[in-house]
Nanobody
Framework: QVQLVESGGGLVQAGGSLRLSCQAS????????MAWFRQVPGEEREFIAA????????YYGASTGGRFTISRDNDKNTVYLQMNTLTAEDTAVYSC?????????????????WGQGTQVTVSS
């Protein structure tokens, strides 16, 4: 059974930082490209960041503005999202996703597995 479990969300003041984690089980983690998306109620999922499974290439959505960093630890089956200089516009549910041995894309439907998400709320 495949599980992606996010953690690290919460309430933070504008200008603050959070680090989200997503731990995977039931898959050979090193074979999967990993990504973060976020969603606000009533809106579509927005691509935030992705990291390839093989060569460490990272991709970022336009809204991150150089403030976010994605990384992974294959020994811990975990992908991270470091978020700095947060604003109220970053408030959303953040979810991680995994796709097997493909270049990660910005389209949510291209991913094989999803976590349940973790709420990030930034107070202004």
């Amino acid at each position: 059974q495949v599980q992606l479990v996010e953690s690290g969300g919460g309430l933070v003041q504008a200008g603050g930082s959070l680090r989200l984690s997503c731990q995977a089980s039931g898959i050979t983690f090193s074979n999967y490209a990993m990504a973060w998306f976020r969603q606000v109620p009533g809106e579509e999922r927005e691509f935030i960041a992705a990291l390839t499974w093989n060569d460490g290439t990272s991709y970022y959505g336009a809204s991150t503005g150089g403030r976010f960093t994605i990384s992974r630890d294959n020994d811990k089956n975990t992908v991270y999202l470091q978020m700095n200089t947060l604003t109220a516009e970053d408030t959303a549910v953040y979810s991680c996703a995994a796709v097997y041995r493909q270049v990660p894309r910005t389209t949510p439907t291209t991913y094989d597995y999803w976590g349940q998400g973790t709420q990030v709320t930034v107070s202004s």
